[in-house]
């Protein structure tokens, strides 16, 4: 079992950076795809990016590529998304998850963090 704590939110300008970071605790971290995905007031949540367990395959949404980038450090149980280029719409709780899995994209993520506000004001 994986626990995930979502940290590096807040408030940015349009055109401004943030770096989200989640830390994982439980045992076998590297066998797990993680992803980063976000909810914004009103909206259903969506898949932003997403990172196999070896950390060499990965996937961004449309609305994130060019802009964001997931990453992650297994020797540090660590998943972070590099988010630069910020607009007001992607405002939103961004939620850490994971799930035990050999490929990049699952159907369904066992763990979740609490999540993480970013507000990008323009």
């Known amino acids: 079992q994986v626990q995930l704590v979502e940290s590096g939110g807040g408030l940015v300008q349009a055109g401004g950076s943030l770096r989200l970071s989640c830390a994982a605790s439980?045992?076998?971290?590297?066998?797990?795809?993680m992803a980063w995905f976000r909810q914004a007031p009103g909206k259903e949540r969506e898949l932003v990016a997403a990172i196999s367990k070896s950390g060499t395959s990965y996937y961004h949404a449309d609305s994130a590529k060019g802009r964001f980038t997931i990453s992650r450090d297994n020797a540090k149980n660590m998943v972070y998304l590099q988010m630069i280029s910020l607009k007001p719409e992607d405002t939103g709780v961004y939620y850490c998850?994971?799930?035990?899995?050999?490929?990049?994209?699952?159907?369904?993520?066992?763990?979740w963090g609490q999540g993480t506000q970013v507000t990008v004001s323009s």
């Open positions: 998850a994971g799930h035990y899995s050999d490929y990049v994209l699952v159907e369904y993520y066992a763990y």
């Open positions: 439980g045992r076998a971290f590297s066998s797990y795809a």
